[in-house]
T-cell receptor, first 114, second 113 residues
Framework: AQSVTQPDIHITVSEGASLELRCNYS??????LFWYVQSPGQGLQLLLK??????LVQGIKGFEAEFKRSQSSFNLRKPSVHWSDAAEYFC????????????FGKGTRLHILP | DTAVSQTPKYLVTQMGNDKSIKCEQN?????MYWYKQDSKKFLKIMFS???????INETVPNRFSPKSPDKAHLNLHINSLELGDSAVYFC????????????FGQGTRLTVV
C-alpha cells in the first residue's frame, strides 16, 4: 500500500522569500502525486498533480513541484511567497490500481512573516 | 454553481443523537468520497462510492452509514453520536475510481457536546 510523509509540521518564511515543502512517498510502482492547499475554514484545493511525463509540473498560484523517483520525493516550491499563501499544504499519493485510495500526508502549516 | 456542495456547514449536536450530512456534486463525476479531518488536520478516507456502488469502506464504526441515491449524491448518516466524532467531514468527487484528482467540498464541522 502507498504512504506519504511530510516531514515538516510547520514552516515559517518571510514574504518574498522562496519556499520548499517536502514530501516523500512510498509505493512500488509509479504513483500519482498531488499537492493540495487548505486555507483556514476552507476545503482542499488542488495545486498541481503528477501522473507521468515531465517530472517538473507547474500548478496554480505560481507553485511547481518536481518528481524525483530516485529520492521518492515530490517537493513543492515557489520562488517568492505572498502573505496569502499562508495555509495548510497536503501532499497526497494515489495508485494506478483502480481500487486503491488516495492517501494524504499529515500536512505542513505554512506561516508567512511580513 | 458550486462543484461539490455539502450541507450543513456547521453542525452542533448532543451525544447520542443521530445526524446526517448531505453532499452533492454537479461535475458529472462517477466517484464520491467521505473524508474525516481530525483536530490535528489529519485527513483520512472513510468511504468511496463509484456509480452508487461502495468500493472503499475503511475501518470506521458501523454507526457511520453512507448512502448514495444516485451518482451525484453521497450522504453520510451517523447514529448515536459520540464526543470523538467531532471533526470536519469532507465530501469529494473524482471523475472515476482511477485515482485522478479529487474535488473537495467546503467541509462540515461537526461538534458533539
Amino acid at each position: 500500500a502507498q504512504s506519504v510523509t511530510q516531514p515538516d509540521i510547520h514552516i515559517t518564511v518571510s514574504e518574498g522569500a522562496s519556499l520548499e515543502l517536502r514530501c516523500n512517498y512510498s509505493y512500488g510502482a509509479t504513483p500519482y502525486l498531488f499537492w493540495y492547499v487548505q486555507s483556514p475554514g476552507q476545503g482542499l484545493q488542488l495545486l498541481l498533480k503528477y501522473f507521468s511525463g515531465d517530472t517538473l509540473v507547474q500548478g496554480i498560484k505560481g507553485f511547481e513541484a518536481e518528481f524525483k523517483r530516485s529520492q521518492s520525493s515530490f517537493n513543492l516550491r515557489k520562488p517568492s511567497v505572498h502573505w496569502s499563501d499562508a495555509a495548510e499544504y497536503f501532499c497526497a499519493v494515489g495508485a494506478m490500481n483502480r481500487d486503491d485510495k488516495i492517501i494524504f500526508g499529515k500536512g505542513t502549516r505554512l506561516h508567512i512573516l511580513p | 454553481d458550486t462543484a461539490v456542495s455539502q450541507t450543513p456547514k456547521y453542525l452542533v449536536t448532543q451525544m447520542g443523537n443521530d445526524k446526517s450530512i448531505k453532499c452533492e456534486q454537479n461535475l458529472g463525476h462517477d466517484t464520491m468520497y467521505w473524508y474525516k479531518q481530525d483536530s490535528k488536520k489529519f485527513l483520512k478516507i472513510m468511504f468511496s462510492y463509484n456509480n452508487k456502488e461502495l468500493i472503499i469502506n475503511e475501518t470506521v464504526p458501523n454507526r457511520f452509514s453512507p448512502k448514495s441515491p444516485d451518482k451525484a449524491h453521497l450522504n453520510l448518516h451517523i447514529n448515536s453520536l459520540e464526543l470523538g466524532d467531532s471533526a470536519v467531514y469532507f465530501c469529494a468527487s473524482s471523475p472515476d475510481r482511477a485515482n485522478v484528482e479529487a474535488f473537495f467540498g467546503q467541509g462540515t464541522r461537526l461538534t458533539v457536546v
